[in-house]
């Protein structure tokens, strides 16, 4: 059928991009990220310690964590002994669930859901004969590799790494569907253009 194709479609896609970036950076420099040791021999540059003390404090603060943006300092009682110190959980996720506690951390999951939901929507709504079905799966392929990334990383606390999370969100998200202009021409491209724009302005607020 026509959706299963879409499906074999959207796969291949998917491991072409894989395929063709690792290959791009080479297979040594990607799994040597992944294996790289610090000076004392640890891996990831020690995140494995910094992730095992930031889930002691989840332990101890489960409900309510211990307030936004206030990692480094309980780190400060909780941290491992060892030749560095940890302003944040280098794991976006720990941070979440340690910051804010399982009440935080519903609400971040409900918000996922909502947003999957969405773009499936959006997915069964298109064939993947249109041009504007490739351009929403390239947002979320984009999307992924972030989520990837906060797994060893913090980076969406960057104002603008977070506006480029949101601008493809709102491009995953968005109708793309492009309307006849009454002038000819013309192009008038849906609702694209103000999810964006609101997009990128709620970005620049955090």
Known sequence: SALKAGRRTTLAFLGTVVVTSVAWVGVDKVAGEFLYQD????????RQLIWQDTSRIIRDFPLFGTALTTSQTPMLQYETPRNFSAAEAHNDY???????????VAAVLACISIFVVG???RFRGQGSDHTDYWIRLG???????IALQ???ESSLQIPGN?????????VA?????????????QRVTGKLEPA??????????L
């Open 39 to 46: 000076q004392s021999g640890l891996l990831l540059g020690g």
């Open 94 to 104: 720990l941070q979440i669930a340690a910051e804010g506690g399982v009440l935080l």
């Open 119 to 121: 773009v499936r929507q």
């Open 139 to 145: 947002a979320v392929v984009g999307l992924g590799a």
């Open 150 to 152: 906060e797994m060893v």
């Open 162 to 170: 977070a506006v480029l999370f949101c601008f493809l969100a709102a």
């Open 173 to 185: 998200l968005s109708d793309l569907k492009r309307e006849p202009s009454a002038k000819a021409g």
């Open 196 to 205: 964006c724009v609101g997009a990128t302005v709620a970005a620049a607020g």
